[in-house]
DNA sequence: ATGGCTTGATAGAGACTTTCTATCAATATT
DNA sequence: AATATTGATAGAAAGTCTCTATCAAGCCAT
């Protein structure tokens, strides 16, 4: 029954029937019957098809919500028993969008000093597939933006504040000040992240607001990749002041803060919104509360 | 997997194997296959055993937990699914206290009209039963004192308020009066229910609060015994104004206010504290929100 | 239009699980 | 000490599941 369960939400992920018995680790005509026999007890067609998949009828969709929660909470119940016999283990799976990752050691490494027998699987996400992750299970918590775009059935813990700076050459214009404007920085060609990421819709709003517009010269998914551009000492970018500082300034690229508007964003944890949570991400919780103050400081 | 846990909750309330497995319609080898292989799951002995059921393990109560959840979810789910198919349909299993027996009638009445499919179970149980039962996905809501003595994981309606009369024949002493106090009717010999009843707590308080004691004559556990006899004019007791309206008075039998103190006790609805309800028991206590007002007027 | 491709359903065989009956060992009860 | 109760175990039969192979229907490109 459960297993069927399983099925459904990763059906609902796949959208398609061989690649979701991929995902569960079955053949195709084994997911097919399972589906097919989901039906029969409830007696009612759970998915449209034509064909192809097409997604849930109405029945499916309530199906695949009690899924959600029935598979989640079976999961929860075998961690728990676990971490009964044998002190907290197994594997905290983790996504967090890319201007947080610099921060989640601050996490992981007092986590780890407590739980040493914990296993980490830290993903690089959109806010976006974040939340989707959460709903499908495929991931214990996130850490993203607690504002700005609205988050789903989810708990949250207030991390930190993301404050922005200009990333930039000290030879470059601006390049001299000790603080910038968003009028300012929309004159300058920059690298950002692609638009997919909510930052970088962040910082569009921000420059459009500002007058400006946003033309980066330079984009993509990932920081690294922008912060290495910067540190050539030709490019230019926007960032967090946290995320600039963990990747280290050298004498010749200088973080600037940007005002007017101070804009801040709050990052924090989320996980999903269901009592009890499994011992493994209650710890993270728990770890993610003590460090809040320090990190906001 | 989810049968398994079935197991569980038929163990915890049978306290037997064998009887458990008779609830569940399988033989006991099959029932005891079933909690080894969850244990074999687990990795974690979840029953004491001796030669006899002696308990669950610390893990075994946690799974225990976890298996009314998992089971009672997985079975509103069906119930939904069931009702978006073909409207409200089902059994409504209910159980209420003696003294609420009569006024059940005034909840299942217009619920019926609005779901005339649903068919009802109803069982007459002591206020501890109720809660038990909840607790065992055995009924879907119960009908009990809100107040007085502690109740679990539930959420409740209040229905009505519960007074007490003096219920005698009119030629006995003090069936002449209009009010009676309970130090008064501590010197009448009466028909009460059982002690297992919270009701006959309830009373026995109330006369040792004033001052006597509560020897009654005759106990039984059902209210149509206790009423019979006082209807022979030859016997009194003590009961709810409701219950007393609704068995009908005689010329010769009145129902006499006792006051000093004017007690009384909230009846309500109570069902399982989870989100969200069974459309069956969702219904109910809508209709118990909408009947309390009319009720308690 | 037509041939190739993708997608999910179906059929049938083999492997695995489940569940039953019968029986046993251990403990309670008398 | 004899008997009854309780839950575990063994073995056989039934049932279920999952796989491979194949099919039919739609989609897409030429």
Sequence with gaps: MIDKLEFILALAREKHFGHAAEACGVTQPTLSAGVKQLEEQMGVLLVNRGSRFQGFTPEGQRVLEWARRIVGDSRTMREEINSLKLGLSGRLRLAAIPTALAMVAALTTPYREKHPNVQFTIYSRTSIEILDLLDNLEIDAGITYLENEPIGRVSNVPLYLEHYCLLTSADAPLGNRDSVTWAEVAQVPLCLLTPDMQNRRIIDRLLKGAGGESRPTLESDSMILLYSH??????????????????????????????????VQTIGLVVPQREPMTPITAALVAEARRLAPQLSG
């Design 230 to 263: 910067v540190r050539t000492g030709r490019w230019a970018s926007v960032m967090p002041a946290k995320i600039a500082d963990t990747l280290g300034l050298t004498d010749t690229i200088r973080a600037i803060p940007i005002t007017q508007p101070k804009a």
